[in-house]
C-alpha cells in the first residue's frame, strides 16, 4: 500500500506531470467512498498510470499473470513493482480465465474499492475504439455498483526546434446505473445492452470511432497476416449500413 503512493507522489507521479502536463475533467464523478468501476478506452501502456494520478484514491488493476511470475532480482523486482502500483495478477492462459478474471473484479469491488477496467480487452491497435467485452456488465449486474466511463485522450503539440510534446487529458463520465437489470446478471442479451451502453459513452467522451469488432481479432489477424488494423477490419466488419444499426447505443430506462 506505501509503495502505491511512493509511486504515485515520489517516484513516476511527479515527472510524469512535469512531462506530459495531464488535465482532468470531471473527476467529482469518482465517489469519495464505495466501490465503483472506473471502464476507460485503452490506448497506451501508461493508461494505467495517469489515471490513478488524477484521483485522491487508490485504483486497483487487473493485469496479466505474466508480470507476476518472472524469476530472479529482475522477476522479484517486477512481482514488487506491480504488486505496489495496484496491480492484481489474473492468468489469461487457461479455458476459465474469462472467468476468473470476472471474479477477481467481483471480490475487490465488494471490498468497496476502485477497479479500473480496460472492456476493450486489448489496447487499440490503431488509436480507435472496439467492441467491449462482457465481463464489465457482469461485474456491475453481479455487484451494484456504478460504473465511471473515462476517456483517455492523447494528443501531440509541436514546440520549437521540431520537437513534440504529448499531451494527455482525461475525462470521467457521470456514473452509469444498471439496477434496472437487478437480477440479470448472466442473461447474454442484458450483459452485451449494458456492455454497448458503457462503449457509447467511452466513445462519447473520448471522440473515438467506433469499430464494432474486437481489438484482440484485429490484432491476431495483423500477426498472421501482416496486413493494417484498417484493412482487416474492412475484411470483418459488416457492411456500413449494418454497421451503423450495431453501434453501441444508450437504452431506455
Known sequence: MLFYWFLKFVAIGPAARVIFRPKAEGTEHVPSTGAAILASNHLSASDWVFMPMQLKRRVTFLAKAEYFTGTGVKGFLQRAFFTGAGQVPIDRSSASAAENAIQTGIRILREGKLLGI??????????????????????????????????????????????????????????????????????????????????????????????????????????????????????????????????????AG
Open 118 to 251: 480496460y472492456p476493450e480487452g486489448t489496447r487499440s491497435p490503431d488509436g480507435r475504439l472496439y467492441r467491449g467485452k462482457t465481463g464489465v456488465a457482469r461485474m456491475t449486474l453481479e455487484t451494484g455498483v456504478p460504473v465511471i466511463p473515462v476517456a483517455m485522450i492523447y494528443s501531440r503539440r509541436r514546440l520549437p526546434f521540431g520537437k513534440e510534446l504529448t499531451q494527455v487529458r482525461l475525462r470521467f463520465g457521470a456514473p452509469l446505473d444498471f439496477s434496472r437489470y437487478e437480477g440479470l446478471a448472466g442473461d447474454r442479451f442484458v450483459e452485451r445492452s449494458v456492455t454497448d451502453e458503457i462503449m457509447y459513452e467511452i466513445m462519447t467522451l473520448s471522440g473515438q470511432e467506433y469499430v464494432d469488432v474486437y481489438g484482440a481479432t484485429v490484432k491476431k489477424s495483423m500477426d498472421a497476416t501482416g496486413a493494417s488494423a484498417n484493412d482487416v477490419v474492412a475484411t470483418l466488419q459488416p457492411p456500413a449500413t449494418e454497421a451503423a444499426d450495431r453501434a453501441p447505443t444508450t437504452l
